[in-house]
């Protein structure tokens, strides 16, 4: 609805993006329950994955208790009639309920990544301001050739590098967990964090930096920094307010997007380290069928996603006035 | 935060409070254990477990029998041996007893003095109630039909255990490897117990094993602490505590171990050369009851045309060579297979007829059997081209390695073998519905050599299709064995039957390659389904 003239307050756009979450997120819970159905083989394949000779009633009987003997849709409707009263059910493999088994996992992944992210934010920053007004420099080849590195290198490679020299070749730092155990002090967690974070932080410093790279670039080339650099500013105060305030824009957007990973976790890198995140659960659960696991993991990964569009948007408008809520 | 996190985890039980004052010896530990400095075990461990209940865990239950107990457990022979038992019934020592009904009385003589992590005593009502679980309808035992032989469980006394049996069965020996505390469980049904979690999760997971349940911190490890009352004597256990931590990148397991962090950890049979020069480390080579096999099946239209007849079969198993792949691909880790039977097993038959790697013999069995070579290098019969899919298990190198030498090595003497990948469950389900042609896949063995759920027309676990009415009657005799004078030369013949009947290819018997520290005495290891920590009670950490 576009009406000249008139802008919606930004707690009424707030207020209705968020109602529009209700019938979304009911959407993205059939999707989901039916792709984890759609996958051939079912939680049954944990007990056959060992090896052992099974007792072909044994498996019968598990997934009686399971409930996955019923049809999919009987089984979509208990599922769903249990979370709107706030019950994400049990887990398939360790008969414990989901909301728990996120919750303690959740802090873990929460630090690694807000870690990551801010260390990535920092020196993104720092790199992409450094390459664009040193354009074509050897500073900026020289960011701009790491950068490349840093998105086209995998990241499993990439930590068990990490592992090879600071852990096993140099000794200074943990191969994997989040603390010694027996050992209570700050500095020790500390150490097992510094690996993982700096993992996770390469590949969006690399990403990141290139982003405001290009448009700080672009920014330092419109007509009002020719006009600021005009009138007789300094250098520092013409890039540092008036380029780079316009240049952060699709950086912070992007990050904010990127904020939602935090509740997701890292796959490889959790697996890596031993680190006891979200995702490191959630490959357990798609390997065990564990589809209350799934659902609960996938349905507030997608709730994060949701909400941090709506954060972005919000965000977009505090840097830019111009951009009106409709 | 984590801290906070570790509190609360660790509320429920005494133990884990009081373990929490790190570093500070258990109260009520020996006096001279204060005196030294703990010794704790660092185990680099594959993998999270599910539960602590090892009748309803999906996985290998080591890190469960360093808590609990059973019966039996195996030795680093493959040999059961008493735990809880005072002796393994047999004939002999007159504890089997044949009724003139046809049923059998089985007399377990139970260790006096055991008492449970709780202080409660451990009796044969402990044992009779275990049997009334696994055996009850909703049990998930994995091995639930094994059990149902035993139509009565008997008390005589507190420490006397009469199972009447129906019949007799080769396997008995070998149930019974945990036991489940009666007053702990007593009350519950079956669903129930298999849904309880504070016994699945560690905080009433009570045994009567060398160690006690500490602490599960979720994602990162499992810690046990000496069981200072333990029922074999003060002496034991002579570690103080165990932490299993879970690494489960075998990248980032190895690195683990390299950094001499931990005391034990699993690696891949391809690392092996990588520890060589680790000077603080050995690294033994077990080897696992898991056999690799190539298995044909003809249960498909296509997969009937072509591996119906035996002497094909034979053609694809001559043309296979094992021996590079134990010795290229592995690294010479591995040992060659010919039985299913495990060598270390005292059942294993040496004597079996083997497919030695020849391809001409190959080709001339496929030519006999009007497989002949045409233009495009793919041998066919009629209209039918010898061409057929190996169905492989996404992600496991191992394997997929295997199929890609076979492919190489069957290409040589005119069959065409492509592949497809699915990822591990649906592999897992397409395998189990018998719609497969070819795979390379590996089973699990116990320490019992029993085979006929395998090869039996009608075995559970037979995806092949293949059948053979003699093989069935020989297995089914060896079954009703429980001497193994008697049942020896009856596994025997299985064992030849099946290579004749080239029914399966063994292709090597895996290896775990475990490293263990040389502080570590008396690591025995063994390749069974109960693992390398079945004699915990007597490690010991050199200081």
């Known amino acids: 609805m576009r009406d000249a003239g008139y802008y919606t307050p930004v707690s009424a756009f707030i207020g209705r993006r968020l109602l529009l979450m209700v019938p979304l997120l009911l959407g993205i819970s059939v999707v989901i329950f039916a792709v984890i159905q759609a996958a051939p083989g079912g939680p049954e394949g944990a007990l056959l994955e060992t090896g052992r000779f099974i007792d072909p009633q044994v498996i019968e009987n598990y997934r009686q208790r399971l409930g996955v003997d019923q049809p999919i849709h009987v089984q979509y409707f208990r599922w769903l009639s249990a979370a709107l009263t706030g019950d994400l059910g049990v887990s398939f493999s360790t008969t414990r309920p989901v909301a728990e088994m996120i919750g303690e996992r959740l802090p873990a992944t929460l630090e690694l990544m807000a870690t990551s992210f801010v260390l990535a934010a920092m020196l993104a920053v720092g790199i992409g301001i450094l390459s664009a007004v040193k354009q074509h420099t050897p500073i900026d080849y020289l960011a701009t050739g790491a950068s490349f590195v840093g998105v086209a290198m995998p990241v499993f490679w990439f930590a068990l590098l990490l592992q090879l020299l600071f852990s096993v070749r140099l000794g200074w730092l943990p191969v994997a967990g989040t603390e010694t155990v027996g050992a209570t002090s700050m500095w020790d967690h500390l150490q097992h964090l510094i690996l993982p974070a700096a993992v996770l932080s390469f590949r969006n410093i690399a990403g990141w930096s290139r982003y405001l790279r290009a448009s700080l670039v672009g920014a330092l080339r419109s007509d009002y920094v020719r006009t600021a650099r005009a009138k007789g500013l300094p250098e520092r105060a013409v890039v540092g307010v008036h380029a780079l305030r316009n240049a952060l824009i699709p950086l912070v957007s992007i990050m904010a997007l990127n904020l939602a990973d935090l509740f997701s976790g890292a796959v490889i890198t959790e697996t890596i380290f031993a680190w006891p995140g979200i995702g490191r659960l959630f490959v357990q659960a798609m390997f065990a069928r564990d589809y209350p696991l799934l659902m609960g993991i996938l349905l507030m990964g997608s709730v994060m996603v949701v909400f941090f569009n709506l954060v972005a948007d919000v965000v977009y408008g505090v840097l830019d006035p111009r951009i009106r809520y409709e | 935060m984590v801290s906070s996190r570790i509190r609360r985890a660790a509320a429920g039980t005494v133990i884990g409070l009081l373990a929490l004052g790190c570093g500070q010896p258990e109260p009520g530990a020996a006096a001279d254990s204060a005196a030294r400095a703990r010794k704790i075990l660092r185990v680099a461990y594959n993998r999270e477990i599910d539960v602590l209940n090892a009748f309803t865990s999906q996985m290998l239950i080591d890190i469960h029998l360093s808590m609990v107990e059973g019966l039996i457990t195996t030795d680093e022979n493959n040999t059961y041996v008493p735990v809880l038992a005072k002796q393994i019934p047999t004939e002999e020592n007159g504890l089997v007893v044949r009724n003139e009904d046809g049923t059998i009385d089985m007399t377990w003589e139970l260790q006096e003095n055991v008492r449970w992590h709780d202080g409660e005593k451990f009796t044969s009502a402990d044992v009779c109630f275990t049997w009334a679980f696994v055996t009850s309808d909703g049990s998930e035992t994995y091995n639930r039909d094994h059990y149902l032989g035993i139509i009565d469980c008997q008390m005589p006394d507190e420490h006397t255990v009469v199972m009447r049996w129906d019949d007799a069965y080769g396997f008995y020996a070998g149930l019974f490897e945990a036991i489940l505390p009666k007053h702990v469980l007593g009350n519950m049904t079956t669903r129930e117990i298999i849904n309880y979690v504070p016994y699945n999760r560690g905080t009433e997971t009570i045994g009567t094993g060398p160690f006690r349940f500490a602490e599960w911190k979720s994602g990162e490890y499992i810690r046990v602490v000496r069981n200072d009352d333990y029922w074999r004597g003060p002496q034991y256990p002579r570690i103080d505590e165990i932490v299993w931590s879970f690494v489960p990148d075998s990248n980032a ?6 950094t001499g962090r931990y005391d034990y950890g699993q690696i891949e049979p391809t690392q092996v050369s990588e520890v060589a020069d680790l000077t603080d480390y050995d690294t033994h080579l077990v080897t696992s009851n898991r056999f690799m096999h190539l298995d044909l099946g003809v249960n498909t239209e296509r997969g009937r045309r072509l591996f119906a007849d ?6 694809i198993f001559h043309a296979i060579d094992r021996q590079a792949i134990a010795e290229g691909l592995m690294q010479g880790t591995v040992q060659v297979a010919h039985t299913p039977i495990n060598p270390a097993n005292p059942y294993h038959n040496p004597e079996v007829p083997i497919h030695a790697y020849d391809p001409q013999l190959s080709a001339e069995l496929l030519d006999q059997a009007g497989w002949r070579l045409a233009s495009d290098g793919v041998r066919s019969k009629g209209d039918v081209r010898f061409s057929f899919t190996l169905l492989n298990r996404a992600g496991d190198r191992e394997r997929i390695a295997i ?42 063995l116990s320490a019992d050599p029993g085979v006929t759920n395998l090869y039996a027309c009608a075995g559970a676990n037979n995806m092949t299709g293949l059948c053979d009415p003699l093989l069935d009657a020989v297995m089914e005799r060896s079954d009703r064995r429980i001497d193994f004078a008697a049942r020896k030369p009856l596994l025997d013949t299985v064992q030849v039957l099946l290579a004749e009947g080239a029914r399966t290819l063994p292709i090597y018997y895996a290896v775990t390659p475990e490293v263990v520290s040389k502080r570590v005495v008396n690591f025995r290891g063994s390749g069974t389904n109960f693992g390398s920590f079945w004699n915990l009670y007597e490690w010991d950490l050199r200081q």
Do not use: D, H, P, Y
């Open chain 2, 253 to 258: 397991r190895l690195n683990a171990m390299r």
């Open chain 2, 310 to 315: 035996a002497n094909v079969r034979r053609a």
């Open chain 2, 403 to 444: 199929a890609q030498v076979i492919q190489a090595q069957l290409k040589a003497i005119g069959i065409e073998a492509t592949f497809e990948t699915m990822e591990s469950a649906a592999w897992t389900q397409r395998w189990r519905s018998g719609e497969w042609e070819a795979i390379v896949a590996g089973w699990f």
